[in-house]
């Protein structure tokens, strides 16, 4: 099917720190559960509701997840853009298993900080994102712009 969107956007607080964890290959990523509350008043009982729902993220961009690593910990809010996607595996025991996840990746991923205990923010993945709130932070804790997942692109296009 043509014409078609696969693009989720949380925002949320981190239910425990962020998990780091390597493939074989040496490749990393990083694994978020985040929660998302909606409240209301219920109007037969005039109680206040909430209801939580919790989100598997997985970030297969190795410097997403360093910032990641780096800057987020339990309760951190976060913006969350990525794409869901449902894993297929087998157990021990044979069965199949599956896990929906939203998953940022390289150019269609996005992860901000919306702030943390330290007062910090900051922003990374995708082009030309930004949090918009704060400064941003670069590698080493030194501000920055803009974080990049992706190689820079030459601007100087000759038309």
Not at 10 to 30: A, K, M, T, W
Not at 65 to 75: C, D, S, T, V
Not at 78 to 94: A, L
């Amino acid at each position: 099917m043509s014409g078609s969107v696969n693009k989720a956007i949380i925002v949320g607080n981190l239910g425990v720190d962020p998990e780091i964890r390597s493939f074989p290959s040496g490749q990393i990523y990083c694994a978020l559960r985040i929660a998302t509350s909606e409240r209301w008043k219920d109007k037969n009982t005039d109680e206040n509701r909430e209801k939580t729902e919790w989100h598997n993220v997985s970030i297969y961009s190795e410097p997403v997840a360093r910032f990641a690593e780096q800057y987020l910990r339990k309760g951190s809010k976060v913006y969350v853009e990525g794409k869901i996607e449902t894993r297929k595996w087998q157990d021990q025991s044979g069965n199949d298993r599956y896990r929906t996840e939203i998953a940022v990746r390289g150019f269609s991923g996005n992860l901000t900080s919306l702030g943390s205990t330290d007062g910090t923010t900051g922003s990374i993945g995708g082009i030309g994102r930004e949090s918009g709130a704060g400064q941003e932070l670069g590698r080493n804790n030194a501000p920055a712009n803009l974080i990049r997942s992706e190689p820079d692109i030459d601007d100087d296009i000759p038309f």
